[in-house]
C-alpha cells in the first residue's frame, strides 16, 4: 500500500527485513519519532510509537521490531494544530468512504475517529468516533466501545460536538483521487490525518 500511494502518504517510511539494521538506524535518529505496524494487523494493535534518544539501544529495538512483525515504520504525522486542540497524544484520524464507478470517484460520507489516553485513536483500542457533515463539522457526541457517549473530551475538554474539522474540502479532493488508483476495488474506507501541511494517507480499507 505504501508503495502504491507514496506520493500521497508525505512521509518518510521504511520496512526492515533482517539485513537493514544501519537503515534503520539512521531513520530513527533522522526522524526522531516513529511509528511501528505489523504487516497485516488490524485494530491498531501492535501500533507502537518510540522517540529517539542516545539512551535508547537501537539494536535491540531493531531486534524486537523483527520478531514482532512490525516491519512497516513510518515518520510520525505532525498533526494540525486545531486537531491537537482536541486531543495530543494520538493522531485524529478521518475515515473518509469514496465509491469509484465508470471512471468517476465519489466521496460518501466520513467519520472522525479520535484518541482517548493513548497513542491511536482505534475504536478497538480505546478510541472514540462521531459523524462529520459535508462542510467538516462534528454534528453529534462520540462514543466507545463500551457506549460512553462524550459531548467533550474527557482529557482536553475540547467540545466534540460543534469541532470543526480544517482543510475538510482538500481531505475530500485527496480521497477522490486515490480512489481512482485501484480501480478494481470500488469501495473503500481512506484513513486521512490533517497534517500541519494539509491531509495525508495513512491507509485504505477494503471492508470499511
Not at 48 to 55: I, T
Not at 118 to 125: A, H, K, M, P, Y
Not at 178 to 186: I, R, S
Request: with cysteine.
Amino acid at each position: 500500500f505504501n508503495k502504491l500511494f507514496d506520493k500521497y502518504l508525505k512521509r518518510n517510511w521504511m520496512l526492515l527485513n533482517k539485513n537493514n539494521y544501519s537503515d534503520f538506524e539512521s531513520f530513527f535518529k533522522e526522524n526522531v519519532s516513529i511509528i511501528v505496524k505489523p504487516i497485516d494487523g488490524e485494530g491498531g494493535n501492535g501500533i507502537e510509537k518510540f522517540v529517539y534518544s542516545p539512551s535508547i539501544d537501537c539494536k535491540q529495538l531493531y531486534n524486537k521490531l523483527l520478531e514482532n512483525n512490525q516491519l512497516l515504520i513510518e515518520e510520525c504525522i505532525k498533526q494540525h494544530d486545531k486537531m491537537n486542540v482536541l486531543y495530543d497524544k494520538s493522531v485524529n484520524t478521518i475515515r473518509m468512504f469514496t465509491f469509484y464507478k465508470d471512471g468517476e470517484s465519489y466521496f460518501l460520507q466520513a467519520i472522525l475517529k479520535i484518541g482517548n489516553g493513548g497513542v491511536i485513536d482505534n475504536f478497538s483500542s480505546g478510541g472514540m468516533y462521531t459523524y462529520i457533515s459535508s462542510d467538516g463539522d462534528v454534528y453529534v457526541e462520540a462514543i466507545d466501545k463500551d457506549d460512553n457517549i462524550y459531548f467533550k473530551h474527557p482529557i482536553s475538554n475540547e467540545n466534540i460536538v460543534g469541532f470543526k474539522v480544517p482543510l475538510f474540502d482538500e481531505a475530500i479532493d485527496l480521497v477522490k483521487e486515490c480512489a481512482k488508483v485501484v480501480p478494481e476495488v470500488a469501495y473503500i474506507g481512506w484513513d486521512v490525518a490533517i497534517s500541519e501541511n494539509g491531509p495525508v494517507l495513512v491507509e485504505g480499507n477494503c471492508y470499511p
